[in-house]
């Protein structure tokens, strides 16, 4: 009889294992599309991304580069001090978007032009996202208050 009961355990264990198999495996198919990676123009540059991968970019939008187009259709540069890319964005742009300023950006890279569907800019003075300060910190741009 304890020979069952320990068959029984070994079974309800193997079982419980697949079970946890297949779900991590079902989580990671469904969210797929859902990660976006962060990536530097300086990374963007050293290795270009295929132009269906969805992925956001980051870093200062470059001083002299911001040219609004016919309607809402907004060109300008992101730079990390390393590289620049291009980028090209039809919709409206939030408020404290401008020259100098830190952004993010959501989208596709394509034939050397970041093509991007979502544009957030920094909510006060001081914020930067840190993704975008760690890549400006990396190409010795950003330095932070008080230092030299």
Do not use: C
């Amino acid at each position: 009889m304890k020979s069952l009961k320990k068959q029984r355990r070994i079974q309800i264990i193997a079982l419980a294992a697949v079970a946890l198999v297949i779900s991590t495996g079902l989580i990671g198919y469904a969210m797929r599309d859902g990660i976006n990676f962060f990536r530097a123009p300086s990374q963007i540059v050293a290795e270009p991304p295929a132009p269906t991968e969805v992925f956001r970019i980051g870093g200062l939008v470059e001083e002299g580069s911001l040219l609004r187009g016919q309607g809402e259709t907004v060109k300008f540069s992101v730079t990390d001090g390393g590289a620049t890319i291009p980028v090209v964005f039809t919709g409206v742009l939030p408020d404290l978007f401008g020259e100098n300023q830190g952004m993010v950006g959501t989208g596709r890279y394509v034939n050397g032009v970041f093509e991007a569907t979502e544009i957030l800019a920094k909510h006060d003075e001081t914020y930067m996202p840190k993704e975008v300060l760690d890549a400006l910190k990396e190409q010795g741009v950003y330095k932070t208050p008080g230092e030299s």
